[in-house]
């Protein structure tokens, strides 16, 4: 069975500061693992991927996130948050059945 | 390049009345197929997953079902509606050898 966990339901950041979405995952195969992001009333868009190689994976507007399999994680980070960051940010996990998604974390980025 | 569309974008029905939520993938073929649910201040839950015609498994016991007519296109239906089918309904598919899924725009469904 696979499982996310993503801690934080909320997160508030300054305009131009650092983003950190956390999300810890459990698998009993080796993982697949995902960030979407969801604007309001929009569906979900694909921003990273890791499934094997290297560890600090890349994707849109400038988000990260690295694979540490010794701590279960896939934390997203972006060095200098932009206020068209602001969204839902979900956290997913892949290996023998279909994705499976955390509860997700709100991003907030004031001014 | 492959699209997803799904219709229609709002949907205000009563309860009690029928339902049919239509998503159609161009650009790919055999697809799997996935309808999910978020509720308000929730999370995604899938509710159906298809990987071939008229081949669905159900992941919740719900007042909800799915078929999958054709190669492409996925449906969601009820007979009844209840007050707590209102949400936002999400349509996605995944190449049949990959776990990452792509979205349609979502149908926003209000039931009164």
């Known amino acids: 069975a696979q499982s996310v966990t993503q801690l934080g339901s909320h997160v508030s950041v300054s305009e131009g500061a650092l983003v950190l979405l956390r999300c810890n995952y459990s698998?009993?195969?080796?993982?697949?693992l995902f960030w979407y992001v969801q604007y309001p009333n929009q569906g979900l868009q694909l921003l990273l991927k890791?499934?094997?190689?290297?560890?600090l994976v890349k994707g849109i507007n400038g988000f990260e996130a690295e694979f540490k399999k010794s701590e279960t994680s896939f934390h997203l980070t972006k060095p200098s948050a932009h206020m068209s960051d602001a969204a839902e940010y979900f956290c997913?996990?892949?290996?023998?059945?279909?994705?499976?998604f955390g509860k997700g974390t709100r991003l907030s980025v004031i001014a | 390049s492959q699209t997803i569309h799904q219709w229609p974008a709002t949907l205000v029905q009563p309860v009690g009345s029928p339902l049919s939520l239509e998503c159609t993938v161009e650009?790919?073929?055999?697809?799997?197929l996935y309808w999910y649910r978020q509720a308000a201040g929730r999370g995604l839950q899938l509710l159906f997953y298809?990987?071939?015609?008229?081949?669905i498994s159900s992941e919740v016991p719900q007042n909800l079902s799915a078929s999958r007519p054709q190669d492409r296109q996925f449906i969601l239906s009820s007979k009844k509606l209840l007050l707590s089918d209102s949400g936002f309904y999400l349509c996605?598919?995944?190449?049949?050898?990959?776990?990452?899924?792509?979205f349609g725009p979502g149908t926003r469904l209000t039931v009164t």
């Open positions: 698998s009993s195969v080796p993982p697949y």
């Open positions: 996605a598919w995944s190449g049949s050898a990959s776990y990452e899924q792509y």
């Open positions: 298809s990987v071939g015609i008229g081949q």
């Open positions: 890791y499934t094997t190689g290297a560890t």
């Open positions: 650009g790919t073929s055999n697809p799997n």
């Open positions: 997913a996990v892949a290996g023998n059945t279909p994705l499976v």
